[in-house]
């Protein structure tokens, strides 16, 4: 099932989003054995993300062939098991994680390479920076020694107003692009999960993060 999902959704995925842009796909291996996440690597995903960073940590040795990102909600006291290990970390969401991380990079003598996370729906179970507030965020950011924001990262709220979620994704978007515009290496906007991936890259997402669509339904019974 999973070798079969990888190659379906790869070929959708080849025609890029609604801009004509690739679209990377991470497969989103929290609660995933070693086993399927390696099935899947050899069905072709190319980059793997973790939620936790104990998972991260436990799998690491036992997975090969794959970008690893973290995608998780960042503890500071945590940091030192992802620096320099960690193709990207999607979840940068306070200053405080941000200057701590800096600090790491600078101490271990590595680039990290980071996304910056916006909390669009303005949800308080979600970290983040408002929209309002995220081209201040990339311009403090990206001034720190250590790190190299790439982009944006956001999560959608759950409704079924497919109107109102393709506004905010408009809204990631055009932060998106005024960053990009405004010069630096912005190549990803990380936005789109296992139920609203499509609609995500009809509004320009151009990085997506399934679990489900890819392992089918978490068993949480361990």
């Not at 040795?61 to 999607?90: P, S």
């Not at 941000?98 to 990290?112: D, K």
């Not at 990262?153 to 055009?174: E, N, Q, T, W």
Request: charged share 30%; glycine share 10%; proline share 1%.
């Amino acid at each position: 099932m999973i070798s079969e999902n990888v190659k379906t959704l790869l070929k959708e995925l080849a025609a890029g989003n609604a801009f004509g842009e690739k679209v990377t796909l991470v497969a989103a291996t929290k609660t995933r054995t070693p086993d399927e996440i390696n099935e899947a690597i050899e069905a072709g995903i190319s980059d793997i993300g973790e939620n936790k960073v104990q998972e991260f940590r436990d799998k690491y040795d036992l997975i090969h062939g794959a970008n690893r990102h973290f995608i998780g909600h960042l503890q500071t006291n945590k940091i030192k098991y992802l620096v320099g290990k960690t193709h990207l970390i999607h979840s940068v969401d306070r200053d405080e994680l941000a200057t701590e991380l800096a600090r790491r990079c600078e101490i271990a003598g590595v680039s990290q390479d980071i996304l910056i996370q916006i909390n669009i729906g303005c949800e308080d179970s979600k970290g983040g920076y408002p929209l309002e507030e995220g081209f201040a965020a990339y311009k403090k950011i990206a001034a720190m020694e250590g790190l190299e924001v790439r982009g944006y990262m956001a999560m959608l709220p759950l409704s079924d107003d497919k109107i109102l979620l393709g506004k905010l994704c408009d809204k990631m978007r055009a932060l998106f692009e005024k960053t990009r515009d405004g010069g630096g290496k912005i190549d990803f906007l990380s936005m789109g999960m296992s139920g609203d991936w499509r609609l995500c890259l009809e509004h320009g997402s151009n990085m997506i993060r399934l679990g489900t669509a890819i392992f089918g339904a978490r068993d949480y019974s361990e």
